[in-house]
């Protein structure tokens, strides 16, 4: 079955401190891709980053980058120097191969995170 | 303006009526899908559709209907609310698939649905 999951309900961070908030999927498909979108207070979803299952090397955006180790199933968010505009919930996503064709996406419970000033 | 909009933004209406949440987008977009999120459970797929005679089942559909009456519009229907639909109601689009198949979908502002 395919799965995402995010062991992590709730983190702190201290203002300008990196933090990593943790995914790991679960996937028979050999070509997938994961997402992360981040849901600010005023509960719009926000795109953040994307990597792909072939992609050789680890995605990075900015202040964004995704710690992807396949072998481990694991594609963990890095966020750093957080600023408090970072405050949020964070949602790790996956398309797998299966539902590569409608673009369909499997979405994790969620990380809630605060930036402490 | 927003690429993906959504009507209306709240609504709290009583058990046993009918519902419509409207979606509409000017990103040319062919795919548009809704989605429901719960505390704790994160989004989960109601309907998708690739195109206008195109219309598909996510994993709770159950209670709930959809139109695509244009390229652009995309709207779900509630027939009979009841109070665990209570939720917020998210519209997204994406491209089509292609290439390396990073299309992300993007999301519309949301819908807060409150069935009393």
């Known amino acids: 079955a395919q799965k995402i999951t995010q062991t992590q309900p709730g983190m702190f961070v201290q203002e300008k401190e990196a933090v990593t908030l943790d995914c790991t999927y679960d996937?028979?498909?050999?070509?997938?891709?994961l997402f992360w979108y981040k849901q600010p207070s005023s509960g719009e979803m926000i795109f953040l980053i994307y990597q792909g299952s072939y992609d050789q090397q680890n995605a990075t955006e900015g202040r964004y980058s995704l710690n992807f180790q396949k072998a481990r199933k694991s594609a963990n968010l890095v966020i750093s120097a957080s600023q408090l505009g970072d405050s949020a919930m964070y949602f790790c996503a996956m398309r797998s191969g299966r539902s590569g064709a409608t673009n369909k996406l499997i979405f994790g419970t969620g990380t809630l995170l605060a930036v402490q000033p | 303006d927003a690429d993906v909009t959504q009507t209306p933004r709240n609504r709290i209406t009583k058990t046993g009526k009918r519902i419509m949440l409207e979606c509409s987008q000017t990103k040319g977009h062919d795919r548009m899908y809704w989605y429901r999120q719960d505390p704790g459970l994160g989004l989960r797929l109601i309907y998708y559709?690739?195109?206008?005679?195109?219309?598909n089942k996510g994993e709770i559909s159950d209670g709930y209907s959809v139109s695509r009456q244009a390229q652009a519009k995309f709207s779900l229907s509630l027939e009979s609310a009841i109070p665990n639909q209570t939720a917020l109601y998210f519209c997204a689009t994406s491209d089509s698939p292609q290439g390396t198949g990073n299309q992300p979908q993007h999301f519309g502002d949301g819908t807060r649905l409150s069935i009393l």
């Open positions: 996937t028979s498909d050999p070509s997938y891709g």
């Open positions: 559709s690739f195109d206008v005679k195109d219309i």
